[in-house]
């Protein structure tokens, strides 16, 4: 595993030093859309509305829009927020683990102690143990602030992330509010049916059925030679684009993603602040007619 963030988990004043990983991944099969008829790779392109011009990801910042106004933030304005900058996982309080809500959890991260020695790690996982609580961090993460959930999962500290509030819908179900007579007799047969699907919960013996037959249906046409040529699907636009050579969407994303992250730890690793470039000067556009 490769750590995504570095930082320091602190609490009183105690100060916990720590790598963060993702602690799933997708296992679905992968897919792109191809055209129908000839099997083609559907291309998807960044196209400025204003001169028509494919833009460069490298180019591309972001935006707020209300309606009348927009105001771009550059990537600099993103990372001069203090919060950006933050590379602290502050417990904010600690509370019974009975108390956070399923339905908030979100991404799940294991951290890993990044010090000479564990100690500090050890101690906060084992209190965490022995009072049977959970606590709540505040820490940001890729531009935005982030609640989440620290709790032990065997001799590992997990970070949850937590949907905010406002996040969670409320359930309003007219259906509910009408009275509904269960009797003694009904509830005992459910409950006896419960008994007899009882068991202890090993998430090994699940399988993701749908995947593992759609691997299924992949080979079986690979062995009937039911395919094509991979690189008969990508047209002369594609290799114009990168000079003859045929580059992976995907890959190249990948690495925009490193690339950007690199450059992301080494100003946090610098003393001077980055200097501020200047916005390029914005394009006026006709207003319709």
């Not at 609490?11 to 916990?16: E, K, P, R, S």
């Not at 707020?64 to 950006?84: A, H, M, N, Q, W």
């Not at 509830?187 to 919960?201: G, M, N, R």
């Amino acid at each position: 595993m490769r750590a995504i963030w570095k930082g320091a988990l602190t609490f009183g004043l105690v100060n916990v030093p720590v790598k963060v990983y993702s602690a799933t991944e997708d296992h679905d099969v992968p897919l792109h859309q191809v055209h129908a008829a000839d099997g083609g790779r559907i291309r998807y392109q960044r196209i400025c509305e204003i001169d028509g011009e494919v833009v460069p990801f490298a180019d591309i910042d972001k935006a707020y829009d209300d309606g009348e106004r927009t105001v771009v933030l550059t990537k600099d304005d993103i990372s001069s927020l203090p919060s950006e900058r933050s590379r602290e996982i502050e417990v904010v309080e600690f509370v019974p683990t009975d108390q956070i809500d399923l339905l908030t959890l979100d991404r799940a991260y294991y951290l890993e102690p990044d010090s000479s020695s564990p100690k500090a790690y050890v101690l906060l996982r084992r209190t965490l143990e022995q009072t049977d609580r959970t606590a709540v961090v505040r820490f940001s993460l890729r531009q935005k602030t982030r609640l989440a959930a620290l709790r032990v999962r065997g001799d590992v500290l997990v970070l949850q992330t937590l949907l905010w509030a406002d996040e969670v819908r409320e359930a309003a179900f007219p259906a509910l509010d009408e009275p509904v007579r269960i009797s003694a007799k009904e509830l005992e047969l459910s409950a006896s049916l419960v008994d007899s699907f009882s068991s202890d919960f090993d998430p090994d013996e699940f399988v993701d059925e749908y995947q593992r037959e759609l691997r299924t249906l992949i080979d079986a046409k690979l062995e009937q030679g039911d395919a094509l040529d991979t690189s008969e699907t990508f047209g002369e636009q594609a290799e114009a684009d990168t000079g003859g050579e045929v580059i992976d969407l995907m890959a190249a994303l990948r690495a925009s993603v490193e690339r950007s992250r690199a450059a992301r730890e080494g100003k946090d690793a610098g003393d001077a602040a980055p200097a501020k470039k200047k916005a390029p000067a914005k394009k006026k556009s006709k207003k319709a007619s």
